[in-house]
C-alpha cells in the first residue's frame, strides 16, 4: 500500500530553522519527523512512501538515500511549481503510478494514530475518503466536520469562524482515499484538499470520518513543534520515549538541564541553565547563560538570558544581552 506523504511546505512559523532544514526534517526523539512519520506508516500497512516535495527536497533524499527506510521504500516526486495540499496529492500519486486505495499524511503531525485502524474502518465504510478527526477545544483554526451516527461527514468547513463551528471536530492530517479521489484534482493546478475536494466528496456523501483520543500535535509553530519533542519526556506518548541528552552533546557537569532536551553535538557550558527548551543539533549555551521555554539552534552566548524565544543556525544572543519573547537573527 502506498502513502503519500505532504513534505513540500516552507514553514513560515519556524523559519529560523527552517532555513536551512525542511520542517519535517527537523528533529524529533533526537531523529527527523519525517522518521517517525514513516515508521508508524509502516505500522499501518504501508509498503512504499512517496514524498510530495517541493522546498528544499535535497536534504529528504540525503536521508533516505538508497531510497529506503526500514522496510518502506521510499520515493519521490519533486513539484514544478507548488500546486497546493490536493495539487501535490494528484501530482505525486500520479508520478508513482496509485492504483489502489492509499493513505495521504501531513509531515508535520505527530501522533499515535493506529494507521492500519483507519484503513480498516475505510474499507468497513466503503468510502471514497476517510479522514482521521481529532476533538479539539478551538476548531475555528482547522478544516472541522459535522458527522452523522453513521461517521459519514455531513459538512467540511475549512476554518469556520468563532461560534459558527458544526463541531469540535477537526481534520488531524491522516486520511485513506480510493484512486477515484484522483479524478477530482485536475493535473497541474493549485487545488486544496480543505476547501476544494473534501466539501465536494461530503456533498456526494462519501467522505466518512474516524474520531479517536490519540496524541496528537500539528508540529508548525515553535511552541508546539517544542511540545513535540518535550512530551516525550513524560508519559504522554505511547510508543514513544526519548533520553533528553543526546550522548554525542557535551553537557558540563555545573550546568543545569530540566525538563528539556539536548541534541547531538550540542554544547552547554558550565553555569548554565536549560529548562523547558530544545537544544537542537549544534546548539550552544555558553558558560552562565540561561535558556527558558525557548528553541535554540545557534549560539547563546556567555551570562545571555534567552525566554520563549527562537534561535536559528544563523543566530547569536551576544554576551550579557536578555531576549525574550524575540528570534535570532529578528524576523524580516
Same mark, same amino acid.
Given at each position: 500500500?502506498?502513502?503519500?506523504?505532504?513534505?513540500?511546505?516552507?514553514?513560515?512559523?519556524?523559519?529560523?530553522?527552517?532555513?536551512?532544514?525542511?520542517?519535517?526534517?527537523?528533529?524529533?526523539?533526537?531523529?527527523?519527523?519525517?522518521?517517525?512519520?514513516?515508521?508508524?506508516?509502516?505500522?499501518?500497512?504501508?509498503?512504499?512512501?512517496?514524498?510530495?516535495?517541493?522546498?528544499?527536497?535535497?536534504?529528504?533524499?540525503?536521508?533516505?538515500?538508497?531510497?529506503?527506510?526500514?522496510?518502506?521504500?521510499?520515493?519521490?516526486?519533486?513539484?514544478?511549481? #507548488?500546486?497546493?495540499?490536493?495539487?501535490?496529492?494528484?501530482?505525486?500519486?500520479?508520478?508513482?503510478?496509485?492504483?489502489?486505495?492509499?493513505?495521504?499524511?501531513?509531515?508535520?503531525?505527530?501522533?499515535?494514530?493506529?494507521?492500519?485502524?483507519?484503513?480498516?474502518?475505510?474499507?468497513?465504510?466503503?468510502?471514497?475518503?476517510?479522514?482521521?478527526?481529532?476533538?479539539?477545544?478551538?476548531?475555528?483554526?482547522?478544516?472541522?466536520?459535522?458527522?452523522?451516527?453513521?461517521?459519514?461527514?455531513?459538512?467540511?468547513?475549512?476554518?469556520?469562524?468563532?461560534?459558527?463551528?458544526?463541531?469540535?471536530?477537526?481534520?488531524?492530517?491522516?486520511?485513506?482515499?480510493?484512486?477515484?479521489?484522483?479524478?477530482?484534482?485536475?493535473?497541474?493546478?493549485?487545488?486544496?484538499?480543505?476547501?476544494?475536494?473534501?466539501?465536494?466528496?461530503?456533498?456526494?456523501?462519501?467522505?466518512?470520518?474516524?474520531?479517536?483520543?490519540?496524541?496528537?500535535?500539528?508540529?508548525?509553530?515553535?511552541?508546539?513543534?517544542?511540545?513535540?519533542?518535550?512530551?516525550?519526556?513524560?508519559?504522554?506518548?505511547?510508543?514513544?520515549?526519548?533520553?533528553?541528552?543526546?550522548?554525542?552533546?557535551?553537557?558540563?557537569?555545573?550546568?543545569?538541564?530540566?525538563?528539556?532536551?539536548?541534541?547531538?553535538?550540542?554544547?552547554?557550558?558550565?553555569?548554565?541553565?536549560?529548562?523547558?527548551?530544545?537544544?537542537?543539533?549544534?546548539?550552544?549555551?555558553?558558560?552562565?547563560?540561561?535558556?527558558?521555554?525557548?528553541?535554540?539552534?545557534?549560539?547563546?552566548?556567555?551570562?545571555?538570558?534567552?525566554?520563549?524565544?527562537?534561535?536559528?543556525?544563523?543566530?547569536?544572543?551576544?554576551?550579557?544581552?536578555?531576549?525574550?519573547?524575540?528570534?535570532? #537573527?529578528?524576523?524580516?
Amino acid at each position: 500500500m502506498f502513502a503519500v506523504v505532504l513534505v513540500g511546505g516552507v514553514g513560515p512559523r519556524l523559519r529560523q530553522l527552517t532555513k536551512e532544514v525542511p520542517k519535517p526534517m527537523l528533529p524529533v526523539l533526537h531523529r527527523p519527523m519525517i522518521e517517525h512519520l514513516v515508521e508508524r506508516l509502516a505500522a499501518g500497512g504501508v509498503t512504499d512512501v512517496v514524498l510530495a516535495l517541493g522546498f528544499k527536497p535535497e536534504p529528504f533524499q540525503t536521508a533516505f538515500p538508497d531510497g529506503r527506510h526500514g522496510d518502506v521504500r521510499v520515493h519521490y516526486a519533486v513539484e514544478p511549481e #507548488p500546486l497546493d495540499t490536493a495539487g501535490a496529492i494528484g501530482f505525486a500519486a500520479r508520478a508513482v503510478g496509485v492504483d489502489d486505495t492509499f493513505v495521504v499524511a501531513n509531515g508535520d503531525v505527530m501522533t499515535d494514530l493506529d494507521v492500519g485502524a483507519l484503513v480498516a474502518a475505510h474499507r468497513r465504510f466503503e468510502s471514497e475518503a476517510t479522514i482521521h478527526l481529532i476533538g479539539v477545544e478551538d476548531p475555528s483554526a482547522f478544516g472541522v466536520v459535522d458527522l452523522d451516527d453513521d461517521g459519514r461527514v455531513r459538512a467540511f468547513v475549512e476554518k469556520p469562524r468563532p461560534g459558527e463551528e458544526p463541531s469540535n471536530l477537526v481534520n488531524a492530517g491522516t486520511y485513506v482515499f480510493e484512486p477515484a479521489v484522483l479524478d477530482r484534482i485536475p493535473a497541474g493546478r493549485k487545488v486544496s484538499v480543505e476547501r476544494d475536494v473534501f466539501p465536494g466528496i461530503a456533498a456526494d456523501g462519501a467522505l466518512y470520518g474516524v474520531s479517536t483520543d490519540d496524541y496528537w500535535l500539528d508540529a508548525g509553530r515553535p511552541d508546539l513543534y517544542r511540545a513535540a519533542n518535550l512530551d516525550l519526556l513524560g508519559d504522554r506518548r505511547v510508543h514513544d520515549r526519548c533520553e533528553p541528552i543526546a550522548v554525542t552533546s557535551t553537557v558540563d557537569p555545573a550546568s543545569t538541564v530540566a525538563n528539556s532536551i539536548v541534541g547531538e553535538r550540542a554544547v552547554v557550558g558550565a553555569g548554565a541553565r536549560v529548562v523547558d527548551s530544545v537544544l537542537l543539533p549544534d546548539a550552544v549555551v555558553e558558560a552562565g547563560a540561561s535558556v527558558t521555554r525557548s528553541l535554540v539552534m545557534g549560539v547563546v552566548g556567555r551570562d545571555a538570558d534567552v525566554v520563549d524565544s527562537m534561535i536559528g543556525s544563523d543566530g547569536h544572543v551576544a554576551d550579557g544581552v536578555r531576549l525574550h519573547d524575540g528570534t535570532a #537573527p529578528e524576523t524580516d
